[in-house]
């Protein structure tokens, strides 16, 4: 059960110096993130959803404390290492610590640690409040466009099987088979990425995430062109090595 996030006058009540608070959250999160390893989940991508998060509330008309809060801390849990646990509960974990000393209202701070909770792909607990879904909406749009595709690389890069091909040799796109993110790495586009416009819970996450998908529809649009000029290369250098 979620607490309530309002008063009973109906909204949540912000601290006197919000903007200080917030500073002070930034810095922190900046300083855990200083010697991450995982560039695709570092403060790179913290600092993109910070502010994706922060247009979107306002498109939303969503609590912008709460949001640019939860969204500094989303990943903070990734800093830990030897885990066992969930990074989304790690990092509400932390957060609860590190909001500890500014005595935010419980109904404030509960808000703040839901978004965190329900931003997660796998953890399973559905984003509850407006805030939270915006949270949700902007890490996932960091996944998309341009950005996501250099997350894609960073974050492949580092976690690559032995016996992983970057695409199927016959079947690069996908249309004939099924996607199969665990031995290519191109099918992630095509299991998750091209599929995350109909998770977007806002207009807002809806109307970016379109544009960005339309990118990666491009990319491989490019790719493709690219690999079809490489097999008219292919079949040359075929004839030419059976005619020599």
Request: charged share 25%; aromatic share 8%; hydrophobic share 40%.
């Given at each position: ?23 002070a959250i930034r810095a922190e999160v900046q300083a ?67 909001l500890a000393p500014y005595q935010l209202s419980q ?138």
């Amino acid at each position: 059960m979620i607490p309530s996030i309002m008063t009973k006058e109906g909204s949540m009540q912000t601290p006197s110096h919000p903007s200080l608070l917030v500073d002070a959250i930034r810095a922190e999160v900046q300083a855990r993130f200083a010697s991450f390893e995982d560039l695709a989940h570092g403060w790179e991508h913290v600092q993109r959803v910070y502010y994706l998060a922060a247009y979107i509330a306002e498109q939303e008309h969503a609590d912008l404390f709460v949001v640019t809060l939860a969204a500094l801390l989303h990943d903070l849990g990734r800093t830990i290492r030897n885990h066992t646990s969930p990074h989304a509960e790690r990092s509400a974990l932390l957060a609860d610590e590190l909001l500890a000393p500014y005595q935010l209202s419980q109904e404030i701070q509960q808000a703040i640690l839901h978004a965190i909770l329900a931003h997660s792909y796998r953890k399973g607990v559905a984003p509850a409040t407006l805030e939270a879904r915006v949270l949700y909406d902007a890490d996932r749009l960091d996944s998309l466009g341009a950005s996501g595709i250099l997350r894609w690389a960073l974050s492949k890069g580092r976690r690559h099987a032995p016996q992983s091909k970057t695409y199927h040799p016959d079947d690069p796109f996908a249309t004939q088979r099924s996607p199969d993110e665990k031995h290519y790495v191109l099918d992630e586009f095509f299991s998750k990425f091209l599929t995350l416009g109909e998770a977007m819970t806002t207009r807002t996450g809806r109307v970016l995430a379109q544009r960005r998908i339309t990118f990666l529809q491009l990319y491989l649009q490019e790719l493709q062109r690219e690999l079809e000029e490489g097999n008219r290369g292919k079949a040359s250098l075929e004839w030419w090595l059976t005619a020599s």
